[in-house]
């Protein structure tokens, strides 16, 4: 038939049209897998901006945290309840040295509560003020550190992993040679290297690794925070959006004029809840509801016990 094909011509079209539906079904999948691979720099920013939202979200949760420093050879070990009271903090003390309070020590603690809930609602406006901007320039001094992050570093993708049961990205934090620090807080950042293992999820920082390499001065040459300086933090989802510290442990070598002052702190958080409106309640002691009893303290305790790091000894 006239403008037919041949029989081979027609086979040929045929195998080439079927080798390209084939190659395009097998490249296609991979090439929109390399589009959507994410930089470095979008990675952090992506986790910049979920870690300014668990950041904000701070203050709306209460928690228990077990703090134990050691300055030289002195060795302090104790465990609070943090939560709200009327604008800021207040750390309820409910265990020494992992172990909880004895019943009198409880009474104390409870009568010294009673008194600060009353002495808050007893300030004039000014007063209160100055203690919630008080807390609200502490929360800024480590707030400065994590927002200078993203254009204190250069970020390198270096993997990926699992952190604690989350997918994560793996990423290496080089200190940029030309940055210049906003203020003394973010100066320390020109002399520390970092590894971040970020949740590949939300974007979470899941866990950040930070030391000093070379060392940094302060108010002229007075103060020095030198070599050996490093810090970890571990985060943990509160709910389906937050995530919230888990752990917080540094080692810290630093000198003022000729003083040498080492000192080493292993933090954990645990059991964080929504906090309650405390200055809301009708009289000067928090409900029961809201209280650790002593049987829940023991079991928060006893898990402390089990995952707490070791305080760094410097000796």
């Known amino acids: ?6 029989p081979s011509v027609q086979f040929n079209v045929r195998w080439n049209s079927c080798v390209a ?58 465990t609070w309840e943090v939560f709200l009271m009327d604008g800021s903090p207040y750390k309820r003390l409910i265990g020494i040295d992992g172990h909880p309070l004895s019943e ?14 009353a002495r808050r609602r ?10 919630i901007d008080r807390y609200r320039r502490d929360r800024e001094h480590d707030h400065i550190l994590m927002t200078q992050m993203e254009v204190a570093f250069n970020f390198h993708l270096t993997g990926e992993g699992t952190w604690s049961g989350h997918p ?18 973010a100066k320390v950042l020109t002399g520390m290297k970092g590894k971040l293992w970020v949740d590949k999820a939300g974007f979470h920082w899941a866990r950040v690794e930070a030391e000093v390499v070379h060392t940094v001065t302060f108010a002229g040459f007075l ?11 571990e985060k943990e989802p509160v709910n389906a959006e937050i995530w919230q510290p888990q752990r917080f442990q540094d080692q810290v070598v630093a000198s ?10 292993a933090d954990t958080f645990s ?28 079991q928060v305790l006893q898990r402390q016990n089990r995952h707490q790091p070791a305080v760094i000894d410097h000796q």
């Open 223 to 233: 103060a020095r925070v030198g070599p050996g300086t490093r810090f970890i933090l």
């Open 256 to 265: 003022i004029l000729f003083w040498q002052r080492n000192s080493s702190t």
């Open 122 to 131: 007893a300030e004039t406006p000014s007063e209160r003020r100055v203690r």
């Open 21 to 78: 539906r084939c190659a395009f079904a097998v490249w296609f999948p991979l090439c929109s897998h390399a589009a959507t691979q994410l930089t470095a720099a979008e990675i952090i920013h992506r986790s910049v901006e979920a870690n300014e939202r668990d950041w904000k979200a701070g203050p709306s949760f209460s928690h228990v945290e077990r703090d134990i420093d050691k300055h030289d050879n002195a060795l302090v070990d104790r």
């Open 168 to 185: 994560v990205y793996v990423l290496d934090a080089e200190p940029k040679p030309d940055y210049v620090p906003p203020n003394h807080e």
């Open 104 to 117: 009198a020590r409880q009474k104390q603690e409870a009568d010294r509560e009673s008194h600060e809930l």
């Open 271 to 298: 059991d964080y809840r929504p906090n309650g409106a405390i200055s809301s309640l009708p009289g000067p002691r928090r409900t029961f509801h809201v209280q650790l009893e002593r049987q829940k303290i023991e």
């Open 1 to 6: 038939m006239q403008g037919s094909r041949p």
